[in-house]
């Protein structure tokens, strides 16, 4: 059972790429029964497009969960607190992991009972099988991105209109939602409402250490101590500041919240 996000995710990000969409049939056979070659030919492009797949997987599993946001969050609190390589990064990352798998849990469940499983067990079809997996997390970021980039998005891509003017094709224009539009567009309008959310929460972040630094910084000049390095005395206080604040679990507490968990 601990595998299941795992193996949930993985044929989601399969399924995210069109040239994944067609059925993957990699039982190469005999030799012997592939006398025209094509069919070979075929299977070896299949097989090449699957390592293609994973090899992107990562950038598309950030793309679909909220790791985007928890990562950059918790990037910009180790620079506001003054550290440069502790936390580590294998640290940073596993939090933000294990923080991502427990705010999609609902969604990673919802696509395990409703596309994966069906799917396994024969069902449904290849077709209704992912359709049913990619609908939650379609859910997840429909009620997360922002109106605005995800009309960007669309009018980045609309097509230009007739020189005429011809009312019928002006008239065809519908509005824009996260519900109906196609994942090529609500993919990245997603990624780029985590990055400014994201930004938002770190700009919150520096403020009281920011404070910190210019009063370690004010007291050092009036002592005519100019000299002095202030980051190198404000250091310390902030990490005690952070540590009574009880900040990781401030931290990570808020980020949970800010998805409604």
Known sequence: MRLRPLTLLLTLLLAAVPAAAAPLDLNLGALGSLADGASLSGRIVQGIVLLTVLSVAPGLLIMVTCFTRIIVVLSLLRSALGL???????VLVSLAMFLTFHIMGPVIDSAWQDGLRPLLNEQVTQEQGLERMIEPFRGFMASHVRER???AF??????????????????DERPVTAESVDLRLLMPAFLLSELRRAFEIGFLLFLPFL????VVAAILMAMGMMMLPPV??????????????????????????????
Do not use: C, E, H
């Not at 404070?211 to 210019?214: A, S």
């Open 84 to 90: 440069q390589q502790s936390p580590p990064n294998m």
């Open 211 to 214: 404070v910190i630094d210019m």
């Open 149 to 151: 980039d995800l009309a």
């Open 154 to 171: 669309a009018a980045f891509t609309a097509k230009p209109k007739p020189a005429g003017g011809d009312a019928a094709q002006v008239k």
């Open 232 to 261: 190198m005395i404000a250091l310390p206080f902030k990490i005690i500041f952070f540590v009574l604040t009880d900040g990781w679990f401030l931290i990570a507490g808020s980020l949970i919240r800010s998805y409604g968990v």
